[in-house]
């Protein structure tokens, strides 16, 4: 039986991968009035005096939404929001098992922005947090950035943000093994679509200067006809050159390829291409754009897949638990950018120099270290820039 036949074997079994566990005793007619009536007024009354409270008195200090629309589940595409509850559930699994964090998964059958948007922010005085999951690009961008500019608790998109900050981590110390600067090498990214613009976003922020972006109609250059907002936006600030043509043009002499797009679309003689001692982050799922040993075989120094039965595995599981860890303890109003880059070196940092090879530049996803020193980085990162509010 193959692992996919053991998973819906196994989903029949659990009927469900998440439950509800009550706190509190209910035993007695005591536990009974303390729990619910008449005792639980005097909560409500206070939470009613001060907003705040709601924090102290109920689970809302450690419990996240994990929110979609059903359009972009995993590599399946709009499949509909029950469809994607199975995957929602894992979210929130992943949550409690690596960060003690409560998770609901919210499934919601709209694909209208404004209704999106409406709807999370009517629940999200429930929550200490919202994770946006598998809403398909471009509407994604808008979602987040309307609700953030409506909500006062942390919005995280984890396929934008959870992806670029491990592929970050990941770049990081794939660089001290090439010993090249990341200010200087030339960055490939295929795949404008959510994660890919995300990618190039934080990656600027990290202090690369010659991006390059790529979707499937070529190279993206600034006055192209018919860009999407997402695109002119990025537009601006990447392929400074303007250069036009393929992705195998903009593969030449690049240091860095990063792929979150589809399999098999990387040829050898495309990696032959590069620069000397290139680093290769092929992440399309289940297939790569390029396998691992055909990447290496033609030349490339250092290669990531998002595929766990591969060294240097690039997991969203080592970011999203610990960064909302570290925004539920401090109480954050926003997980902003310096939390991000803040995060990426976190994670860089868990594997010692000394240890880094090019099998060995990026921590594991089941390693227990990973979420406490995320959310170490993202409490000091928020305090540092005033969005803590204890």
């Not at 491990?166 to 090498?185: F, S």
């Not at 109003?333 to 310096?338: D, K, L, P, Q, V």
Request: charged share 25%; with cysteine.
């Amino acid at each position: 039986m193959d692992i996919r036949q053991e998973s819906l074997k196994k989903h029949y079994e659990w009927n469900g991968k998440i439950e509800v566990v009550t706190r509190c005793p209910i035993e007695t007619r005591e536990d009974l009035s303390l729990a619910y009536t008449p005792g639980v007024a005097e909560a409500c009354l206070e939470i009613q005096k001060d907003y705040n409270k709601s924090y102290e008195l109920t689970r809302r200090n450690n419990m996240v939404a994990v929110i979609t629309d059903g359009t972009a589940i995993l590599g399946l595409g709009d499949i509909g929001p029950e469809a994607g509850m199975p995957v929602m559930e894992g979210k929130c699994a992943l949550f409690k098992a690596f960060a003690d964090v409560d998770a609901f998964p919210i499934c919601i059958r709209s694909k209208d922005v404004d209704e999106l948007v409406r709807t999370i922010y009517l629940i999200s005085g429930s929550f200490g947090g919202i994770n946006l999951e598998d809403i398909g690009a471009p509407r994604c961008f808008e979602v987040e950035r309307k609700l953030k500019e409506i909500c006062d608790i942390p919005i995280f998109h984890d396929d934008q943000h959870g992806t670029a900050i491990v592929v970050a981590a990941a770049l990081i110390n794939a660089l001290k093994v090439v010993k090249k600067n990341i200010g200087e090498v030339k960055v490939v990214i295929n795949g404008a679509g959510s994660a890919g613009i995300a990618i190039g976003k934080h990656l600027l922020n990290m202090g690369v200067k010659n991006l390059t972006m790529v979707d499937r109609f070529g190279i993206i250059c600034k006055g192209m006809p018919d860009l999407n907002d997402a695109h002119a936006e990025i537009a601006e600030v990447t392929n400074l050159e303007h250069k036009m043509g393929t992705l195998a043009d903009a593969m030449k002499g690049a240091d860095v390829f990063i792929g979150v797009s589809a399999p098999n679309i990387v040829s050898e003689e495309m990696v032959a291409s590069m620069a000397a001692d290139a680093i290769m982050f092929p992440m399309a799922n289940p297939t790569p754009e390029i396998m691992p040993d055909k990447a290496k075989a033609a030349g490339a120094r250092i290669v990531g897949t998002g595929r766990s039965d591969f060294p240097n595995q690039i997991n969203n599981v080592l970011a999203f638990p610990g960064i909302f860890r570290g925004a539920l303890d401090c109480r954050a109003s926003c997980i902003n950018e310096e939390m991000k880059v803040a995060t990426s070196y976190a994670l860089a940092s868990l594997i010692p120099d000394e240890e880094l090879n090019e099998e060995n530049i990026i921590i594991g996803a089941l390693d227990k270290r990973v979420a406490p020193a995320v959310a170490k980085a993202v409490v000091e990162a928020a305090k540092e820039t005033g969005v803590a509010r204890i």
